[in-house]
Each structure stands twice: as C-alpha cells, then as structure tokens.
C-alpha cells in the first residue's frame, strides 16, 4: 500500500502565497518523478508542476516565475510553493507520484486533493 496525503491548501486572497505538502509513505523501494496537479471545476486536471528523481523541473506556463516544486527527499515529501497567486489559481489540487514497489511494480498513485481558493 502506497499513501499520498497532501496539506497546506486554504483561502488566501490575491497576490498572496500558500505552500502545497504531499507527504508519500507505504511500500516503496523507488519514488521517480513527484507532480502537482489542479483541476478547476468544469475544467480538465491539468500538470502544475513535475519533478523528475534527478530534479529537473517543468511548469506549466501558467504558473511559471510565480510557483515553484521541490522533494525532501529524507521525508520523501514533495512542496509546491506558490506565489503571487490569482483567482485563475483556485483549484483542487492534487499530489501524484510514480513510485516503483519492492516488487518492482511500477504504478502512478494520487493523494485525495487540497482546495486551493484565491479571492479578488
């Protein structure tokens, strides 16, 4: 059994910032890349943000300059800081992992989504 759990989503007005926690815990031998996802309502999940095992970064252009992704790799807990946020921002957003299992089982696992509300 694999878990995501995600913390850190609320309200916050225009121009502020929040900072997203996905923490990965449970039968893992290898956690590869760590993403965030959103999903506005009447809209498509969409990619935020990706971070591969040798920490290469990709954004959507949407969020880029303002948010940013990074991995604790000692909590095997992935971060998405962002900042300067807009209405357009607000979202559930979601924590996804590719983990490999010590069966070597390979498998994509998503955490239950944090509501993320920006105000104008």
């Known amino acids: 059994q694999v878990h995501l759990v995600e913390s850190g989503g609320g309200l916050v007005q225009a121009g502020g910032s929040l900072r997203l926690s996905c923490a990965v815990s449970?039968?893992?031998?290898?956690?590869?890349?760590m993403d965030w996802y959103r999903q506005a309502p009447g809209k498509q999940r969409e990619l935020v943000a990706a971070?591969?095992?040798?920490?290469?970064?990709n954004y959507a252009d949407s969020v880029k300059g303002r948010f940013t992704i990074s991995r604790d790799n000692g909590k095997n807990t992935v971060h998405l800081q962002m900042n300067n946020l807009k209405p357009e921002d607000t979202a559930v957003y979601y924590c996804?992992?590719?983990?490999?299992?010590?069966?070597?089982?390979?498998?994509?696992?998503w955490g239950q989504g944090t509501q993320v509300t920006v105000s104008s």
């Open positions: 971070l591969s095992s040798l920490g290469g970064t």
């Open positions: 449970g039968s893992i031998f290898i956690t590869k890349t």
């Open positions: 996804n992992a590719d983990i490999i299992t010590p069966g070597y089982y390979e498998h994509a696992y």
